[in-house]
């Protein structure tokens, strides 16, 4: 128990720079190159960067190499997620390498290597309290859901796996689950594109016009005046 205390209080940021900061030095050549085709498929930018709610609801700037391009209906508003797909950006997703320079929000110190996914601001106003409680760890680049289905799971599911991971989670349980998510993105098990996901609506279901997808990759800065988790500010992890 007291081992457990300490590991999640200090041992897991030691946890997260041992395996980083390694990490960054292999792959360096790996996200140049990465960057170099990204920038001659889509051009710039080459990082694709998103507000996200991090520890206690509160926003962060997410990096991620771009996978889609910038194309708009006549009305000006960004086509769908499966239209802006490119053939790199598919397989850069499919292989996860995509999310090569969250490593560097590890590194900053906004996530962490493992724990709930930070998904979108949009979202933080149709949690219910239960559901909140994800926040009340840093968010991960992987986590329990993501080894146990991903996206393949209803968001029932994931979100209950994200507070069991809060509730339970210790150093053993992270190095099982960075294992398994190596072993995940090898053999690209349960995974499926983040654009084919029904959008989380929560309790309050879907918009009266039956909306029921939303470009992930866009600007939601305007949603921040609204999304605030106060209730969540004065807890300590």
């Known amino acids: 128990m007291m081992f457990s205390n300490w590991y999640r209080r200090f041992g897991k940021r030691l946890f997260d720079l041992a395996l980083v900061v390694p990490a960054l030095l292999i792959l360096a050549p790996v996200m140049a190159l990465e960057a170099l085709l990204v920038r001659l498929n889509l051009g710039a930018p080459v990082l694709f960067r998103q507000q996200r709610p991090g520890l206690y609801g509160h926003p962060f700037t997410i990096l991620k190499f771009r996978t889609m391009a910038n194309t708009r209906n ?3 508003r960004l ?3 499966v239209d802006r797909l490119t053939p790199l950006g598919r397989f850069l997703r499919s292989t996860s390498l ?3 320079p969250a490593l ?3 590194l900053k110190g906004n996530m962490s290597l493992v724990g709930p996914r ?5 979202y933080l106003d149709r949690y219910t309290p239960e559901q909140a409680r994800r926040h009340e760890i840093l968010p991960g680049i992987t986590g329990w859901a993501q080894v146990n289905g991903r996206n393949t799971l209803n968001w029932d599911e994931r979100l209950a796996m994200d507070v069991w991971y809060v509730d339970n989670r210790s150093m053993w349980l ?3 689950i960075v294992a398994l998510t190596c072993l995940r993105v090898l053999s690209r098990n349960g995974m499926i594109e983040e654009g084919d996901l029904v959008d989380f609506w929560g309790t ?8 029921l997808a939303y470009p992930a990759e866009q600007d939601e800065t305007h949603l921040l005046e609204h999304a605030r988790y106060p209730q969540l500010d004065s807890r300590q992890d």
Do not use: A, F, T
């Open 74 to 76: 006549s009305q000006g």
């Open 79 to 81: 086509l769908p997620d």
């Open 98 to 100: 995509d999310e090569l």
């Open 104 to 106: 560097i929000n590890v």
């Open 118 to 122: 930070p998904l979108l601001i949009r």
């Open 174 to 176: 992270d190095l099982k």
């Open 204 to 211: 309050q279901g879907p918009p009266p016009d039956g909306l």
